[in-house]
């Protein structure tokens, strides 16, 4: 069986199968972003990005995921580790505090802006309503994915024109647009 | 380099929005042991026999530790030394652990948890704080001789002289709820022996370093240099970091101690639930005599604490329920008991507010009663009774030494809200409309740090190398607030440097000296004021060092622009040359400094004293919808206002007064632990209920700076401030919206909406 990990194709030994995944990512593969909280479900410290959609995995097995194509937070910044520039907004609306609920977090409102990205502020409270934080009342996590939405917008342009054009060079743009973002920002 | 953006800036943004921060749980040793507690299904019980054997045979299970494992201290505490490492004589709460089980894997260590038996003898529960005050009620711990802790008064003027010159008597009772910090990470530790010089190291998500060194090495029964502490990132702790996370590392010590091995204990969310520490219930009778002119002439009240099964830092919490029992308002007569009681419920201890949460919800509902009887307007019976500049506290301590903002920040808070037209607004329980419209205010004054409290001190270390990068470290820890963050924003200020040339150095306990716990909002204060103190002291020696070379004297010299310089700006040595020349001078641009408290006083037979050496002041205001029918509150809006003295961070204070209101909105409306029989029900935030994103209304934060004399940086306080009022503004409003009073939290009327978001997990 594999699992597609942050861009990496993972072979999982047959002994793991039935470890719970968030296990299998947090101590066979050491990507300790996503945390356990409850497991249970209920708070959202364990998400990940399953096929870009936010998954609770701390209830889940590993063989749950055959085959699928899976973001955690150590995969979102760039490759030469510059923020994304939805990381970079939730550093500079000071939207974090222990951090401990901040992965989960910033890939929940990932998924949300890739569909969403022009969503109203209620949307945006909407769409963090799984993820549990004690810290910071969410005000400047709303405020960080609201400044990061322009950001969406232009991607989703960049795939309009490129797939309009059928041009591959347009999909490049993330990496510059991102470091376009931290300069303006 | 440019210089970093110091609006929002921390020293640990990246490493946590990437996920690459480890938390104590995503440590990694070789031959890691993995620990888990054991409990019993008792609430209070003679224990008479652990029967370890079968669990200690189970395949995997290395050792199951209990009492008499322990070659030091089962016992300990920070006031009273009645803490119990491992229950040995009684169980005295469903919390209690019997055991630790020791297991190859930490699934094997839970299942082996199943098979430690324990043979005790059930004995009558006391789980009501008044009844355990009764002569006759069983005693928690017998040798205390009574289930009182401990008691604090405050005796001023006359309060039956008081009452005779009142127009009106207003008298009601309070109480208030138990609740859980729910910080987002559980209890954990990870101890490892040193082979090298056997040292125990202790990695654990924790606010008080110091104290979780004094308990493991109480409980190992080795001396203080023989446990380190090293500062691990922690998810959350609102206070409840200090006792139950340092127990939980002294059992994983333990275990790493008697088996030689690094051991990992990670808390189960239900663990954590049951065991740990919680805010104190209160329960409050409280008088109040009011003139007709709306002019409070004496308060007597009566304040009953659960303070659970162990003592913890009750008297400490209800010291300041008591100094606080009349809220930012001048009172000639005043006689207040106050009672810190043990039960067999789950443990109190600290959490943010520290016993003032429960008191302002009582105090800024009555004043409003009071004002309804004498015919005035909340605001203005605040603004007859409020202190002002030159007041004199309940407790006979002038406030003069400092800006007194209670005016200021409540006038702000008006203004921002447009309160006064939008109060006329407010339905009372009237009219066609399904949903009522509320608003409602709170306002409080605090003291800042711990005042009579405790021993009050801290220290900062700077190290600056031969290159111009400066390490520094302070005896305050970061609890997830931004510490370290404000920390070196002050000192990249003070010696006039870039922000990146400074490094905060991982703090240790065998490095830094013992600077007290991270609590009672005195981090910034407190390590601020000794990072203050270590860089004038630094300053001082760099201008000695370069006076001559500057042609100018010592006390000249200035720091800025990375330079320091003479008297013109012309005349200037960078700042890292000048290091590394020092290093060739054989001089260490080395600085301890130590802040220490300003004196404070009391006498606690009459409970009079300058309690605290500064005071904050706060006032915070909400507007919501109450739905008729489903008893539905909506929050609409929230405005605080804070006089922080300085903020060095602003975006940070801004976060710390969102989440306190958060927190404090889930304290009035939504959070309750629930423990009928002393057996809690109330085990993962599936069942006790936090706010989420969708329960709070957008929030406004307003900074007051008023930098404070007695601070060196003129910062103050703003953890606990903002947590500490949004639940009586919230109880304001629903009057305002219903006409209806509610004196016990959490506020319920009627259906009351259930949490919606569950995994499979979930029951």
Wanted: net charge neutral.
């Amino acid at each position: 069986m594999k699992l597609f990990v942050n861009g990496k194709e993972i072979d999982v030994p047959a002994a793991a199968m039935d470890k719970r995944i968030v296990e299998f990512l947090r101590e066979d593969l050491d990507l300790t972003g996503a945390k356990n909280a409850c497991d249970i479900g209920a708070c959202g410290a364990c998400t990940i990005l399953v096929n870009d959609e936010p998954i609770r995995i701390c209830i889940k097995r590993v063989k749950d995921f055959a085959g699928q194509r899976i973001l955690t937070i150590e995969g979102l910044a760039a490759a030469d580790g510059t923020l994304h520039p939805l990381q970079q907004a939730f550093v500079d609306c000071g939207a974090i505090q222990c951090g401990f609920c901040t992965p989960g977090m910033v890939l929940t409102a990932h998924a949300f802006l890739l569909k969403n990205p022009r969503p109203t502020r209620e949307q945006v409270r909407r769409a963090i309503f799984q993820n549990l934080c004690r810290c910071t009342g969410y005000q400047q996590i709303i405020d960080a994915i609201e400044q990061a939405a322009p950001h969406y917008q232009r991607e989703e342009r960049g795939l309009q024109s490129a797939s309009a054009s059928k041009k591959p060079a347009a999909k490049k743009s993330s990496k510059d647009t991102a470091l376009a973002n931290v300069e303006a920002g | 380099m440019p210089e970093l953006d110091k609006k929002s800036w921390r020293n640990d943004a990246y490493a946590k929005v990437t996920g690459r921060a480890k938390f104590t749980d995503d440590l990694k040793f070789a031959n890691l042991l993995h620990a888990a507690p054991v409990y019993s299904d008792y609430v209070h019980a003679k224990l008479i026999a652990i029967t370890t054997a079968e669990a200690e045979n189970f395949p995997g299970v290395i050792k199951v530790l209990t009492a008499k494992d322990v070659p030091g201290a089962n016992r300990f505490g920070q006031i009273i030394r009645d803490f119990r490492i491992f229950a040995d004589d009684k169980i005295r709460y469903h919390g209690d652990v019997v055991a630790v089980v020791v297991a190859e894997t930490r699934e094997i260590a839970i299942r082996a948890t199943q098979l430690v038996k324990v043979n005790a003898e059930p004995l009558p529960a006391v789980l009501d704080p008044e009844a355990a005050m009764l002569p006759g009620a069983p005693l928690v711990h017998e040798n205390h001789g009574t289930n009182i802790v401990k008691t604090h008064v405050v005796r001023r003027g006359d309060v039956e002289a008081g009452f005779r010159q009142a127009d009106f008597i207003v008298e009601e009772n309070f109480q208030t709820q138990t609740v859980e910090h729910a910080y987002m990470e559980t209890e954990a530790a990870v101890c490892v022996p040193r082979s090298t010089d056997g040292v125990i190291e202790v990695y654990g998500s924790m606010q008080h370093p110091f104290s979780t060194r004094r308990f493991v090495a109480a409980c190992l029964g080795i001396p203080l240099s023989e446990v380190e502490i090293i500062g691990t990132p922690m998810g959350g702790g609102f206070g409840g970091k200090d006792d139950t996370a340092a127990i939980v590392c002294a059992r994983t010590a333990l275990a790493a101690k008697l088996l030689n091995r690094p051991v990992k204990m990670v808390y189960r969310r239900d663990w954590s639930m049951r065991e740990s520490y919680k805010r104190h219930p209160y329960r409050v009778h409280y008088k109040m005599g009011v003139t007709k002119e709306g002019r409070i002439t004496a308060v007597q009240c009566r304040i009953v604490a659960d303070g659970g099964a162990y003592c913890s830092v009750t008297p400490w919490v209800t010291w300041r329920s008591t100094v606080q029992c009349c809220g930012p308002y001048v009172v000639e007569n005043v006689h207040c008991d106050t009672f810190g009681v043990y039960t067999n419920n789950v443990v109190a201890g600290a959490m943010r507010g520290f016993g003032s949460p429960q008191m302002n919800f009582v105090i800024e509902q009555m004043v409003e009663i009071a004002a309804q009887r004498v015919g005035i307007s909340g605001i203005e019976f605040r603004r007859r009774n409020m202190v002002r500049q030159g007041s004199v506290t309940i407790t006979g301590q002038k406030l003069d030494g400092h800006k007194v903002a209670m005016e200021q920040a409540l006038d702000t808070v008006l203004r921002e809200m447009d309160y006064e037209k939008k109060l006329a607004k407010c339905a009372h329980g009237k009219g066609d409309a399904d949903e009522l419209y509320g608003i409602g205010l709170a306002m409080s004054y605090r003291g800042v740090s711990l005042g009579a409290e405790g021993v009050d001190f801290c220290a900062a270390i700077i190290n600056a190398q031969a290159d111009g990068s400066i390490f520094v470290e302070v005896g305050v820890h970061e609890n997830g607030q931004g510490s370290e963050s404000a920390m070196s924003l002050l000192l990249a200020e003070e010696l006039g440097v870039d922000l990146n040339r400074i490094r905060y150095r991982r703090s240790s306990t065998s490095n830094i000296p013992d600077s007290g716990t991270t609590v009672a909002s005195r981090g910034t204060i407190m390590g601020g004021g000794a990072v203050m103190l270590a860089a004038r002291e630094l300053k001082k020696k760099i201008a000695e060092a370069f006076s001559e070379k500057l042609g100018c004297a010592a006390d000249k010299v200035r720091f800025k622009d990375n330079f320091i310089c003479g008297r013109s700006d012309t005349d200037r040595i960078a700042f890292d040359d000048a290091m590394r020349q020092m290093w060739q001078m054989q001089q260490f641009p080395f600085a301890l400094g130590t802040f220490k408290a300003p004196r404070v006083s009391w006498n606690e037979h009459t409970g009079q004293g300058d309690a605290y050496f500064t005071w904050v002041y706060g006032c915070q205001a909400v507007e919501l919808t109450v739905n008729k029918k489903s008893g539905k509150v909506k929050l609409l809006n929230a405005v605080a206002v804070h006089d922080v003295g300085r903020a060095v961070n602003p975006e940070m204070v801004r976060g710390q007064i969102y989440g306190g209101m958060a927190m404090s909105a889930g304290y009035g409306l939504y959070e309750e632990v629930k423990a009928p029989d002393g057996k809690m029900t109330t085990l993962n935030l599936n069942t006790y209920r936090i706010p989420r994103s969708m329960d709070l209304p957008e929030m406004k934060a307003i900074i007051i700076e008023n930098p404070d004399p007695v601070s060196p940086t003129g910062a103050k306080s703003i953890g606990e401030p903002a947590n500490e009022i949004l639940a009586p503004a919230i109880a304001n409003a629903i009057f305002n919206a219903t006409g209806q009073r509610h004196f016990s939290l959490p506020i319920h009327l009627g259906a009351v909406p259930e949490p919606t978001i569950c995994g499979e997990g979930c029951k």
